[in-house]
């Protein structure tokens, strides 16, 4: 059971459309099966013979407090350069997976009650709670909906750490109603595209989000680069838009110092023609400029090319010889690190080691661009290991054993190769098959960490790899011996496409009914 809580400003616009048929009539038998008084029949609107609902009655009963208490129901308009703040009108949903049984408005109602007392909006036999109604329109979840505002003292309420409680509430009851089990709060989650994203997404026909999109081309940007400066150029040459921020007192006998970072999405614009920015803070906790800087230092630059010195911009040229090596170095450190995970290592050394093998499949799918068109290895298996490779509480793993830092090193290394080329097949399918082992590993070291929900995000994100290496290997099996294919694509370099290729498909509207009944939260 997922739960997403959000809050506004019009109680009125939220019942309407939890009451209403939806944006593709999915709401079907909308009804109010709990409420704050315990008689949810009492504000269950009629319904006019066109089959719309008078909702003034249910609307007026929520909002009463607020109303004589004089809070405003209508978002202010924010003074120049403030923020609004966060409105009365709390809502959540709860969400139960695809393969668990549809529960009953009666035990739906139980839940809600429950969440409403842990939350402290509405404690069990507290006269002055919050005024709340749980609606229902799907077999799969229900919506709450109250106005923080309490009903005898009128006083304004502000749930504590609300998201945490809503939590617990869910991994309780999945225990309780025998449903999928869910991870527990534990900070290390990003935050997935909101509805009005993925309507946009919709509109634009483009397959993901701006903010789905921009996280995968940071990542991979932070795996070509080794600082600020490079990692500003990586994006831009993957087509992101990028605004450097600077310190306003210069170091001295420097210039000023970069210290933040923003990105947007090329044609992602809002309603007064201006780019939607998001900083690496807002995509990811572990992209935030800082935490980016503390992933470069964890491991030295990667070993001097074949007969020269280290090379400090990504947009060097490759040798052939050097090609090879980076394949041949990645392949070896990806088996000696799922050699160390299958000896037993459980401890912080297996968290470096997971966060190190994310880094290794944005560089494997930086490269296997060319074999891999429907983007298993950068997009499904990456989101997936992603959420399984983060460290519960934490930004980034404690420490680094040196085995996480061979492996950051390779990933750096095979990173600078940027394509195998077109027809490097064989090498590809190395490249993956190696990487697909490692995360089998990592897949039963969540198993033995007991974090589940990490172990199956693992679990798929090897089936993705196992997909695209079997796929590689039969095109090797056309096109001939991997290194010859190696020597043919020297100084070949990927277009945009070759990363970001997933914008430029239409998004259907089953892909997107797909994510909204998964969840948008990750």
């Given at each position: 059971m997922i739960a997403k809580v959000s809050r506004g400003w019009r109680v009125e616009g939220l019942v309407r459309y939890l009451m209403g048929p939806g944006r593709f009539n999915e709401h079907t038998g909308q009804r109010v099966v709990a409420s704050w008084d315990g008689a949810p029949e009492k504000y269950q609107p009629a319904q006019d013979v066109a089959g719309g609902w008078d909702l003034r009655g249910l609307v007026d009963a929520v909002s009463a407090p607020a109303v004589a208490a004089g809070v405003g129901l209508r978002e202010p308009r924010a003074e120049a350069g403030g923020r609004v703040r966060r409105g009365p009108v709390w809502h959540c949903s709860l969400r139960n997976a695809p393969g668990d049984p549809v529960l009953s408005d009666a035990q739906w109602a139980q839940v809600v009650e429950d969440l409403m007392d842990r939350t402290g909006i509405a404690a069990r036999g507290e006269l002055d709670g919050c005024r709340w109604v749980a609606i229902r329109h799907a077999d799969d979840h229900v919506h709450v909906a109250a106005v923080l505002v309490r009903q005898e003292s009128g006083k304004r309420v502000h749930p504590f750490r609300d998201f945490v409680r809503a939590r617990e509430t869910c991994r309780d009851w999945e225990r309780k109603l025998g449903l999928a089990p869910t991870a527990a709060a534990d900070r290390s989650s990003v935050t997935g595209p909101t509805q009005a994203e993925q309507e946009k997404a919709l509109r634009r026909g483009v397959e993901e989000t701006s903010r789905e999109w921009l996280r995968r081309m940071s990542r991979v940007a932070a795996v070509q680069a080794r600082d600020p400066e490079g990692f500003v150029a990586a994006l831009k040459d993957l087509g992101v838009l990028v605004r450097a921020r600077?310190?306003?007192?210069?170091?001295?006998?420097?210039?000023?110092?970069?210290?933040?970072?923003?990105?947007?999405?090329?044609?992602?614009?809002?309603?007064?023609?201006?780019?939607?920015?998001?900083?690496?803070?807002?995509?990811?906790?572990?992209?935030?400029?800082?935490?980016?800087?503390?992933?470069?230092?964890?491991?030295?630059?990667?070993?001097?090319?074949?007969?020269?010195?280290?090379?400090?911009?990504?947009?060097?040229?490759v040798s052939p010889q050097e090609r090879v090596a980076a394949i041949d170095d990645a392949v070896s450190s990806m088996e000696h690190a799922t050699a160390t995970l299958a000896s037993g290592e459980t401890g912080v050394g297996a968290d470096g080691i997971a966060h190190a093998a994310g880094d290794m499949l944005c560089a494997v799918g930086v490269?296997?661009?060319?074999?891999?068109?429907?983007?298993?290895?950068?997009?499904?298996?990456?989101?997936?290991?992603?959420?399984?490779?983060?460290?519960?509480?934490?930004?980034?793993?404690?420490?680094?054993?040196?085995?996480?830092?061979?492996?950051?090193?390779?990933?750096?290394?095979?990173?600078?190769?940027?394509?195998?080329?077109?027809?490097?097949?064989?090498?590809?399918?190395?490249?993956?098959?190696?990487?697909?082992?490692?995360?089998?590993?990592?897949?039963?070291?969540?198993?033995?960490?007991s974090r589940l929900a990490q172990a199956r995000a693992a679990h798929r994100s090897c089936g993705a790899l196992q997909a695209s290496a079997r796929s590689s290997a039969a095109r090797a099996a056309v096109s001939g011996p991997a290194r010859g294919g190696v020597a043919r694509s020297v100084g070949q370099r990927p277009p945009v496409s070759a990363t970001g290729s997933a914008r430029s498909s239409g998004l259907h509207e089953s892909t997107y009914r797909e994510k909204q009944r998964r969840g948008r939260g990750r």
């Open positions: 600077s310190s306003e007192v210069p170091a001295a006998g420097q210039g000023a110092a970069m210290v933040g970072y923003s990105v947007a999405a090329p044609g992602d614009l809002t309603a007064a023609g201006q780019p939607v920015w998001f900083s690496g803070r807002t995509l990811a906790r572990d992209l935030s400029l800082p935490n980016l800087e503390r992933r470069w230092s964890s491991a030295p630059p990667p070993a001097p090319v074949v007969g020269g010195a280290p090379r400090r911009t990504y947009r060097a040229s490269v296997t661009g060319c074999q891999d068109p429907d983007g298993r290895v950068r997009r499904e298996a990456g989101n997936d290991l992603d959420r399984a490779a983060r460290v519960p509480e934490q930004v980034l793993p404690a420490r680094w054993s040196p085995v996480a830092q061979v492996l950051r090193q390779s990933a750096w290394r095979l990173a600078s190769v940027r394509t195998v080329g077109r027809h490097g097949e064989g090498d590809g399918a190395r490249l993956v098959l190696a990487l697909a082992r490692l995360v089998a590993e990592i897949a039963a070291l969540r198993e033995t960490q």
